[in-house]
T-cell receptor
């Protein structure tokens, strides 16, 4: 079974600083997907960024980028120029490739990191 | 709003009572997922539907839990004889699978927070 570990329960930085959230995972699969989700207080979980394991290039979405180290099974999220609206729980998640039989795969989440951006 | 909706948003019940939650996915999304999130933890998978077919169930889904998606649109999750350990946020997500083996973005609802007293 796959496991995802986020070793930082809470982090806090000043606005405009750069922050990196850590995530490690365990799997025997060679191909898979990794995600970072953001869950703002009392709001819906939204996808921040995704990475396909077969792609060596690290994914980037505006101020959000990842450092994907497949051999080390590490997948960290870097938020540049942090903003007050980035305050949220951040979850790292793993997913096996979609099944041709079942059509989809479940997400396996880490425990989350509570990120606070201070003004 | 065309996002995933869930009803109710909050439910307080006494131990032993039955509760039912509803999820309305994004229109035309054929895949629907239920997750449970306890305080301070990440969501855990409960079950998955493709159209009206329930294709996967987690071992977390004891026989007190049942989920349906009768017409391939909205889904209900029922918990019978609730226990205090059932207190959690129940999240629904949906996605559009255009073909077998495709991976697509999952959209989450706001969740139903259940408190069992």
């Amino acid at each position: 079974a796959q496991t995802v570990t986020q070793s930082q329960p809470e982090m806090s930085v000043q606005e405009a600083e750069t922050v990196t959230l850590s995530c490690t995972y365990d799997t025997s699969e060679n191909n898979y997907y990794l995600f970072w989700y953001k869950q703002p207080p009392s709001r819906q979980m939204i996808l921040v960024i995704r990475q396909e394991a077969y792609k060596q290039q690290n994914a980037t979405e505006n101020r959000f980028s990842v450092n994907f180290q497949k051999a080390a099974k590490s997948f960290s999220l870097k938020i540049s120029d942090s903003q007050l609206g980035d305050t949220a729980m951040y979850f790292c998640a793993f997913m096996k490739p979609p099944s041709l039989i079942q059509g989809a795969q479940k997400l396996v989440f880490g425990q989350g990191t509570r990120l606070t951006i201070n003004p | 709003d065309t996002g995933v909706s869930q009803d109710p948003r909050h439910k307080i019940t006494k131990r032993g009572q039955n509760v039912t939650f509803r999820c309305d996915p994004i229109s035309e999304h054929n895949r629907l997922y239920w997750y449970r999130q306890t305080l301070g933890q990440g969501p855990e998978f409960l079950t998955y539907f493709q159209n009206e077919a329930q294709l996967e169930k987690s071992r977390l889904l004891s026989d007190r839990f049942s989920a349906e998606r009768p017409k391939g649109s909205f889904s209900t999750l029922e918990i019978q004889r609730t226990e205090q350990g059932d207190s959690a946020m129940y999240l629904c997500a949906s996605s559009l699978g255009l073909r077998a083996g495709s991976e697509e973005e999952k959209y989450f609802g706001p969740g139903t927070r259940l408190t069992v007293t």
